[in-house]
């Protein structure tokens, strides 16, 4: 059975849409009649019959969608003030009765293109435009993110362009399946299942695809450019990790055409202010690029193309001047795909998706009246290894991106086989990632998964039954956690003898939680007793360690070991943690609580007071904490006044 990849709806994978708003725009036969043809030009179609509805679906699109807004004259007039700013609003075109009334009021607004009271002069008026916007694309969405670095090091797992690399490169090394197609077109029919049109170009895909006619389809305005653009430029990583073969054909005409030569090239953009200002803070920097650039030899004809675009007040005219040297070691490749496109009379060079570039001088040509941006092929020096896979999906799971990761490592078990010998780490991720969403079943079952191909002498095996005890304690099945404890404490004893672990000391401080919520005070105190002992000699983290042993003392009624520990926890914070570190305000707590229980009430609002200074100043007011440790206060004032 093929899979079909369900996505929210057309929504999630259409840059452009069409959307009419008129009283009677369901209503007329003949405006229903418009319709068919209306989507035959646009495919992604919305009605409204209200100005309110309309101005809410507009604003819910995001700055990389681009609409084309038909409306009638009295609405038009009520709805374009409060929506022609929008970065999403491409066209405006106004369909009345009254032309030159409505002209009136709509040529205050640049993006209102013209006023018709013909059906067939708009539509092909919209058509027009819209063969204009797909031949030069200058007001395509061109995702851009920047660094400050040339060096993509694990210090900067946050970082915008480590990112996009990572995943760019996670996408190159994925194979292929042979269902790959397939599922890409049955996703296709299910999302254009409304358009006869689309569908007929859909089969003649599937029929007649192969790798190397995929430029062929995307630099037509097909379903493949718009599907795979708007899924780059949202970063749609469920579409990008289960279609990324359409990626990896694409780089592999690119490879086997790269250019030998240093050229000179360019391209045209359509800028917001705020974009435009951004890149030019960053003069000097490197930029990603996170879509394939099509660039041109012409530039008088990439200018001329840029002053006949129109423009709001918050946007600019950009050239973007590319010098690319095909000997940069480690650059994303570049080619001429001139003859291997939809319209091979245009001359396009074509870069890799990813390619890095650094700005080195933004300049305004008067003449002209664009900004001039000039850029230079670079590398990035990576200090991971893109062909491990395994290890890109976990640097993904580093980063915080646990769906994509979790997407990542669902792919590559389609594409390993049963014997694999990464088959277990993929496994033993995807538990881990089920444990984060609090999917506790499905994390079991992963690290069963695990457990069966698993050898007896794998070095991971110890951490499994550590992460299969931390699945039953959070599902307060405290016996089966505990059973998993031990199983990986007497494998960490016998790597790591006497000396012990870090990952010894966590586990015993799991135990010794579970052991003091069933009271078993005496276990607990061992095993955190143990584990403080273990960390001691690592210098890590006895801070809290401390604050478990002095939560025993005081669950045992021995106020004074109590207090001595939190003080000895509360000193090691002081150490290592910032003033306002919020562990510092718990343990400030836990000793207010035990003074409270031991009836000296002004040394407990002493302490409680010091701990709602540091809440207050890291939390808001309606935080748990905050509100709790005011409740404290409260509390012991009443019994100080009584």
């Given at each position: 059975?093929?899979?079909?990849?369900?996505?929210?709806?057309?929504?999630?994978?259409?840059?452009?849409?069409?959307?009419?708003?008129?009283?009677?725009?369901?209503?007329?036969?003949e405006?229903?009649?418009?319709?068919k043809e209306?989507?035959?030009?646009?495919h992604h179609?919305?009605?409204?019959?209200?100005?309110?509805?309309?101005?809410?679906?507009?604003?819910?699109?995001?700055?990389?969608?681009?609409?084309f807004?038909?409306?009638?004259?009295?609405l038009g007039?009520?709805?374009?003030?409060h929506?022609h700013?929008y970065?999403?609003?491409?066209?405006?075109?106004?369909?009345?009765?009254?032309?030159?009334?409505?002209?009136?009021?709509a040529?205050?607004?640049?993006?209102?293109?013209?006023?018709q009271t013909?059906?067939?002069?708009?539509?092909?008026?919209?058509?027009?435009?819209?063969s204009?916007?797909?031949q030069?694309?200058?007001?395509e969405?061109?995702?851009?993110?920047?660094?400050?670095t040339?060096?993509?090091?694990?210090?900067?797992?946050?970082d915008?362009?480590?990112?996009?690399?990572?995943?760019i490169?996670?996408l190159?090394?994925?194979?292929?399946?042979s269902?790959?197609?397939?599922?890409?077109?049955?996703?296709?029919?299910?999302?254009?299942?409304?358009?006869?049109n689309q569908?007929?170009?859909?089969h003649?895909?599937k029929?007649k695809?192969?790798s190397?006619?995929i430029?062929?389809?995307?630099?037509?305005?097909?379903?493949?450019y718009r599907?795979l653009?708007k899924?780059?430029n949202v970063k749609n990583?469920?579409?990008?990790?289960?279609?990324?073969?359409?990626?990896?054909?694409?780089?592999?005409?690119?490879?086997?055409?790269?250019?030998?030569?240093?050229?000179?090239?360019y391209?045209g953009q359509?800028?917001?202010?705020?974009?435009?200002?951004?890149?030019?803070?960053?003069?000097?920097?490197?930029?990603s690029i996170?879509?394939?650039?099509s660039?041109?030899?012409?530039?008088?004809?990439?200018?001329?193309?840029?002053?006949?675009?129109?423009?709001?007040?918050?946007?600019?005219?950009?050239?973007?001047e590319?010098?690319?040297?095909?000997n940069?070691d480690?650059?994303?490749?570049?080619?001429?795909?001139?003859?291997l496109?939809?319209?091979?009379?245009?001359?396009?060079v074509l870069?890799?998706?990813?390619s890095v570039?650094q700005?080195?001088?933004?300049?305004?040509?008067?003449?002209y009246?664009?900004?001039?941006?000039?850029t230079v092929l670079?590398?990035?020096?990576?200090?991971?290894?893109?062909?491990d896979?395994?290890a890109?999906g976990r640097?993904?799971?580093?980063?915080?991106?646990?769906?994509?990761?979790?997407?990542?490592f669902?792919?590559?078990?389609?594409?390993?086989?049963?014997?694999?010998?990464?088959?277990?780490?993929?496994?033993?991720?995807?538990?881990?990632?089920?444990?984060?969403?609090?999917?506790?079943?499905?994390?079991?079952?992963?690290?069963?998964?695990?457990?069966?191909?698993?050898?007896?002498?794998?070095p991971?095996?110890?951490d499994?039954y550590?992460s299969?005890?931390c699945?039953y304690?959070?599902?307060?099945?405290?016996?089966?956690?505990?059973?998993?404890?031990?199983?990986a404490?007497?494998?960490?004893?016998?790597?790591y003898?006497?000396e012990g672990?870090?990952?010894?000391?966590?586990?015993?401080?799991?135990?010794?939680?579970?052991?003091e919520?069933?009271?078993?005070?005496s276990?607990?105190?061992?095993?955190h007793?143990?584990?403080?002992?273990?960390?001691d000699?690592?210098?890590?983290?006895?801070?809290r360690?401390?604050?478990n042993?002095?939560?025993?003392?005081?669950?045992m009624?021995e106020?004074?070991?109590?207090?001595?520990?939190?003080?000895?926890?509360?000193?090691?914070?002081?150490?290592?943690?910032?003033?306002?570190?919020?562990?510092?305000?718990?343990?400030?707590?836990?000793?207010?609580l035990?003074?409270?229980?031991d009836?000296?009430?002004?040394?407990?609002?002493?302490?409680?007071k010091?701990?709602?200074?540091?809440?207050?100043?890291?939390?808001p007011?309606?935080?748990?904490?905050n509100?709790e440790?005011?409740?404290?206060i409260?509390?012991?004032?009443?019994?100080?006044?009584?």
């Amino acid at each position: 059975m093929t899979a079909t990849y369900t996505f929210v709806n057309n929504n999630d994978l259409e840059t452009v849409c069409l959307v009419w708003l008129d009283a009677s725009v369901n209503i007329s036969s003949e405006n229903i009649a418009t319709q068919k043809e209306l989507r035959s030009i646009i495919h992604h179609f919305k009605t409204f019959s209200n100005a309110p509805d309309c101005k809410q679906y507009i604003q819910q699109k995001s700055q990389y969608d681009r609409v084309f807004l038909i409306a009638s004259g009295r609405l038009g007039q009520e709805i374009v003030p409060h929506i022609h700013h929008y970065r999403q609003v491409f066209n405006i075109y106004v369909y009345c009765h009254d032309k030159e009334k409505n002209e009136e009021w709509a040529r205050k607004f640049i993006k209102v293109k013209t006023v018709q009271t013909r059906l067939d002069t708009l539509i092909n008026r919209i058509q027009s435009d819209y063969s204009k916007r797909c031949q030069f694309k200058l007001d395509e969405p061109f995702p851009i993110n920047i660094s400050k670095t040339n060096n993509l090091s694990d210090e900067l797992l946050h970082d915008d362009i480590f990112h996009s690399q990572l995943l760019i490169d996670c996408l190159l090394q994925m194979k292929t399946l042979s269902t790959d197609v397939t599922g890409f077109v049955n996703t296709c029919l299910q999302q254009y299942n409304n358009d006869p049109n689309q569908t007929s170009i859909i089969h003649e895909f599937k029929q007649k695809y192969s790798s190397d006619k995929i430029l062929w389809w995307y630099t037509q305005d097909s379903f493949v450019y718009r599907l795979l653009s708007k899924a780059m430029n949202v970063k749609n990583y469920n579409f990008l990790l289960n279609f990324g073969f359409l990626i990896r054909d694409i780089c592999g005409i690119i490879q086997k055409y790269q250019l030998k030569s240093s050229i000179e090239v360019y391209r045209g953009q359509i800028m917001s202010i705020d974009e435009f200002n951004t890149l030019k803070s960053s003069l000097g920097q490197n930029i990603s690029i996170n879509t394939f650039v099509s660039t041109d030899y012409d530039r008088k004809s990439i200018i001329s193309s840029l002053n006949e675009f129109p423009i709001t007040n918050d946007s600019l005219r950009v050239l973007f001047e590319i010098h690319a040297d095909p000997n940069v070691d480690n650059s994303r490749p570049f080619a001429n795909i001139t003859s291997l496109t939809y319209s091979p009379h245009q001359q396009q060079v074509l870069f890799m998706l990813g390619s890095v570039f650094q700005l080195t001088d933004i300049q305004q040509d008067k003449k002209y009246g664009i900004w001039i941006v000039k850029t230079v092929l670079k590398n990035l020096k990576k200090s991971y290894d893109e062909k491990d896979l395994v290890a890109c999906g976990r640097t993904l799971q580093k980063m915080g991106r646990n769906d994509e990761a979790e997407m990542f490592f669902l792919r590559l078990l389609k594409e390993m086989p049963s014997n694999h010998e990464d088959i277990s780490k993929c496994y033993s991720t995807l538990g881990y990632l089920s444990f984060l969403k609090n999917n506790y079943d499905s994390s079991l079952n992963w690290y069963e998964n695990f457990l069966k191909v698993s050898k007896p002498d794998d070095p991971n095996l110890a951490d499994i039954y550590y992460s299969i005890g931390c699945v039953y304690q959070n599902m307060f099945e405290y016996n089966q956690a505990l059973q998993y404890y031990d199983r990986a404490l007497l494998i960490w004893k016998e790597i790591y003898g006497d000396e012990g672990a870090l990952e010894m000391a966590e586990c015993l401080n799991n135990m010794g939680c579970i052991y003091e919520k069933e009271q078993y005070y005496s276990k607990a105190l061992s095993c955190h007793q143990q584990a403080l002992s273990i960390r001691d000699k690592f210098h890590a983290d006895i801070g809290r360690s401390y604050n478990n042993i002095g939560n025993i003392y005081f669950a045992m009624g021995e106020y004074n070991s109590a207090i001595e520990n939190y003080n000895f926890a509360f000193q090691e914070k002081c150490n290592y943690a910032s003033p306002q570190d919020p562990s510092l305000a718990t343990t400030l707590r836990n000793i207010a609580l035990v003074f409270e229980e031991d009836k000296n009430f002004l040394e407990a609002l002493n302490y409680f007071k010091r701990a709602a200074s540091i809440y207050e100043n890291l939390l808001p007011s309606t935080h748990i904490d905050n509100v709790e440790v005011q409740e404290d206060i409260r509390r012991i004032s009443s019994f100080i006044k009584s």
